[in-house]
C-alpha cells in the first residue's frame, strides 16, 4: 500500500505559476513510477508528466516546455511545477504512483488538488 498526500495548486492569472507536491508514504520502496495526472470537467483523466526510478520523464505535449515534474527520494516526494499557465490547465491535479510486486502493476492515488487558472 501507497498512500499519497497533495499539497498545492489554488487560483492564478494565465501565464501565472503554481507548484503542486505530493508526499508518498508506505510501500515506497516497491514504486516504479509516480507521477501527475488531471480532470477537468466534463473530461477524462488524462497524463500530465510522469517520472521513473531511473530519472526518465514523460509528459503531455499540452505541457511540454511549461511544467517540470521532480522527485525528492530523500523526503519521498514528487513536485510539478507549472508555469505559463493557461485556462485550459483549469483541472483537478491526482498525484499517483505505480508499484510492481512480483509482476503485480498497481497504481494508488492521491485525493486530488484543484488548479484553477483565469482571468
Known amino acids: 500500500q501507497v498512500q499519497l498526500v497533495e499539497s498545492g495548486g489554488g487560483l492564478v492569472q494565465p501565464g501565472g505559476s503554481l507548484r503542486v507536491s505530493c508526499a508518498a508514504s508506505?510501500?515506497?520502496?516497491?514504486?516504479?513510477?509516480v507521477g501527475w495526472y488531471r480532470q477537468a470537467p466534463g473530461k477524462e483523466r488524462e497524463l500530465v508528466a510522469v517520472?521513473?526510478?531511473?530519472?526518465?520523464?514523460e509528459y503531455a505535449d499540452s505541457v511540454k516546455g511549461r511544467f517540470t515534474i521532480s522527485r525528492d527520494y530523500a523526503k519521498n516526494t514528487v513536485s510539478l511545477q507549472m508555469n505559463s499557465l493557461k485556462p485550459e490547465d483549469t483541472a483537478v491535479y491526482y498525484c499517483?504512483?505505480?508499484?510492481?510486486?512480483?509482476?503485480?502493476?498497481?497504481?494508488?492515488w492521491g485525493q486530488g488538488t484543484q488548479v484553477t487558472v483565469f482571468s
Open positions: 517520472i521513473t526510478n531511473g530519472g526518465r520523464t
Open positions: 508506505g510501500s515506497i520502496l516497491n514504486i516504479n513510477r
Open positions: 499517483m504512483a505505480e508499484t510492481g510486486i512480483g509482476g503485480v502493476i498497481s497504481d494508488y
